[in-house]
């Protein structure tokens, strides 16, 4: 079954203007639209060591990987997403 051009359009339209309402502050999203939004990402405070070490690693490599990852986490008391995500907030 084909969705006929208009139907594909108006469905474009709905759908990047929630995707547009749900990235609003809680603040500004129509009360209708509260119980969709997602939650914010809980982000993690590293601590002045663990931030030292992270940048000498990434300096070395800019992409950690594998066991790599494992052991830096391992060692930082980190989880590997969290290394993941401040490699990646390195890299901005």
């Known amino acids: 079954m084909t969705v006929p051009y208009s139907l594909r359009?108006?469905?474009?339209?709905?759908?990047?203007?929630?995707?547009?309402?749900?990235?609003?502050p809680a603040g500004h999203?129509?009360?209708?639209?509260?119980?969709?939004?997602?939650?914010?990402?809980i982000r993690t405070a590293f601590s002045p060591?663990?931030?030292l070490k992270l940048e000498q690693a990434f300096e070395k490599n800019q992409y950690v990987v594998g066991a790599e990852r494992?052991?830096?986490a391992k060692t930082?008391?980190?989880s590997e997403t969290q290394v993941?995500?401040?490699?990646?907030?390195?890299?901005e």
């Open 76 to 78: 930082l008391n980190l």
């Open 9 to 24: 359009i108006v469905l474009v339209y709905i759908y990047n203007s929630l995707h547009f309402y749900l990235s609003l």
């Open 84 to 91: 993941r995500n401040e490699e990646l907030a390195t890299l």
């Open 29 to 41: 999203l129509p009360e209708f639209l509260l119980p969709f939004r997602k939650p914010k990402r």
């Open 70 to 72: 494992k052991e830096l």
């Open 49 to 51: 060591s663990q931030l």
